[in-house]
């Protein structure tokens, strides 16, 4: 079947650096997908990674390592407006089309 | 480019009344996608459409009902609320039909909070 795993809450102090971890297990595995979602708001997209290694995107990061299934978030030089849900989502190709599935979210807080 | 909208953003419903929530987007997107967000569960599927005229089941289709007739439209329809369908639903789009290794993030909507008494 298809698992997501991650964290359910992290607090983190402004500035400082913050890892989310994600690990998943599915078949026919498409890529890896991030999520911003914050409270009452619409998710929207931070980053995909479909072969083993880091990308990097301005203060964002995410790795992907396919034979161990699982991903990280690395989020640098925290703000306030970081403090959101981080959802990790893996994208895979059973029948009927492209499908994606979602974890629960990381709420991730931000202290001053 | 509106993107996605939802239509409406809230409703309160009687157990037993119908509904049906509008999805529309303007970008084109072949795949389009009916999500539900329970607290403490993610985002969980309901249904999809991989085209004009077509639909699939997903992960909690039951209770829902949807139609594309028109390839820029996605509909939701509950036949028979229920309190368990109190939720904030979601519906994305997604542009390309098969990109393999391809980035394919969807895009969503602004949600539905809708609330079964």
């Known amino acids: 079947g298809q698992n997501i795993d991650q964290p359910t809450e992290m607090t983190a102090t402004e500035g400082a650096i913050v890892q989310i971890n994600c690990t998943y297990q599915?078949?026919?595995?498409?890529?890896l997908f991030w999520y911003q979602q914050h409270a009452g708001e619409a998710p929207t997209f931070l980053s995909y990674?479909?072969?083993?290694g880091l990308e990097e995107k301005g203060r964002f990061s995410s790795f992907l390592s396919r034979s161990k299934g699982y991903s990280y978030l690395l989020l640098k030089e925290l703000q306030m407006k970081d403090s959101a849900s981080y959802l990790c989502?893996?994208?895979?190709?059973?029948?009927?089309?492209?499908?994606?599935?979602f974890g629960a979210g990381t709420r991730l807080f931000v202290k001053a | 480019n509106a993107g996605v909208t939802q239509t409406p953003k809230f409703r309160v419903l009687k157990t037993g009344q119908s509904m049906t929530l509008l999805c529309a987007q303007d970008?084109?997107?072949?795949?389009m996608y009916w999500y539900r967000q329970d607290p403490g569960m993610g985002l969980r599927l309901i249904h999809y459409?991989?085209?004009?005229?077509?639909?699939a089941k997903g992960e909690v289709p039951d209770g829902y009902n949807v139609s594309r007739l028109k390839k820029q439209n996605f509909l939701l329809g509950l036949e028979s609320a229920a309190p368990s369908q109190t939720s904030v639903y979601f519906c994305?789009?997604?542009?390309?039909?098969?990109?393999?290794?391809?980035?394919?993030?969807?895009?969503f909507g602004p949600g539905t909070r809708l609330t079964v008494t």
């Open positions: 994305a789009s997604r542009p390309t039909k098969l990109k393999y290794r391809g980035r394919n993030e969807q895009y």
């Open positions: 599915t078949s026919g595995f498409n890529g």
């Open positions: 990674n479909v072969l083993d």
């Open positions: 989502a893996v994208s895979h190709t059973l029948t009927g089309g492209f499908k994606t599935i």
């Open positions: 970008m084109n997107h072949e795949y």
């Open positions: 459409s991989v085209g004009e005229g077509t639909t």
